[in-house]
């Protein structure tokens, strides 16, 4: 069986009024079929007009805008050809995690379904905000995934491959079809948790903790705060039952960003 490559991007470091310093933690996976990207971050369009990332986003998160953070920068910096990125799999939808989809418009995008539909329909107030239709007006080749078709370690999932293994388990809270993403490595399996947590301190065993400005920002952007705090129990317990064989980590902490982007093959360089 073959396993892959995994490159870690920060594809839109950011700098919120009154908090620590923030990634955007994507995935490059080589695979023997070509490229596959987990989530993509801010794009080129959203660093060529910041404009359409609304004012709220831009002021209170201050993203860094500069085009040699985006994904497809770093993938050309890094020897390949962006035009083989077959798959992008996305956790959500959020402006933050989907700015890149237009640079890859030969992609298939995988995406829960729950979380396609309340993307294109916008129907809160909360996701309007947080959902940006120009990311995907190029019309992204959409792939949906409305079942279950695997277990992945006790949790329900979809494979989006086989061999490698990268699977979408579906985490709701964060948003209604937000999920996490697994992706197997020689030795250890990685758990792209997407938003269902912002600071590794909420993932320790022993007393979960979170500074205060960033557990009420967490709360205010949650479609159901409750659903998440019971999917990040459930991620807790994984990592109890599994510490070695599961290394879990979120998309926008910058510690767990600088311990992996240092590894290869999950052995420090």
């Known amino acids: 069986m073959s396993v892959p490559t995994v490159h ?14 923030l990634v955007a933690h994507c ?15 801010l794009g080129s369009a959203d660093v060529a007009d910041p404009r359409r990332l609304g004012t709220f986003f831009r002021r209170t998160m201050r993203p860094e805008l500069n085009q040699a953070h985006t994904a497809y920068h770093q993938i050309r910096v890094l020897g390949y050809d ?66 279950a078709d695997a277990n992945w370690h006790g949790f329900a999932a979809s494979r989006v491959l086989r061999f490698p293994d990268i699977l979408m388990v579906p985490m709701p ?14 030795d250890r ?16 065993l022993r007393r979960p903790r979170c500074p205060r400005a ?27 039952a599994d510490p070695r064989l599961i290394r879990i980590f979120s998309a926008h902490d910058a510690r767990e960003f600088s311990q992996l982007s240092t590894e290869r093959f999950g052995r420090v360089m």
């Open 173 to 186: 809270g964060h948003t209604r079809g937000h999920c996490a993403v697994a992706v197997q490595e020689p």
């Open 27 to 41: 995935l490059l996976v080589e695979t023997g079929g070509g490229l596959v990207l987990v989530d993509t971050g």
């Open 82 to 147: 962006p035009r083989d990125v077959q798959d992008i799999v996305v956790t959500h939808l959020d402006l933050d995690h989907a700015g890149g989809l237009a640079d890859f418009p030969q992609a298939r995008v995988h995406v829960m379904a729950d979380e396609y539909r309340a993307a294109m329909r916008r129907e809160t107030r909360l996701d309007a905000g947080r959902y940006v239709t120009a990311q995907w007006n190029h019309g992204p080749r959409w792939t949906v995934h409305d079942t």
């Open 189 to 204: 399996w990685l758990l792209h948790a997407g938003d269902a947590y912002f600071f590794h301190g909420e993932m320790d």
């Open 214 to 240: 960033m557990s009420m920002h967490q709360r205010l952007v949650a479609e159901n705060h409750r659903e998440r705090l019971t999917q990040l129990e459930r991620l807790r317990e994984l990592r109890r």
């Open 8 to 21: 870690h991007l920060d594809c839109a470091p950011m700098n919120p009024v009154g908090g620590a310093p």
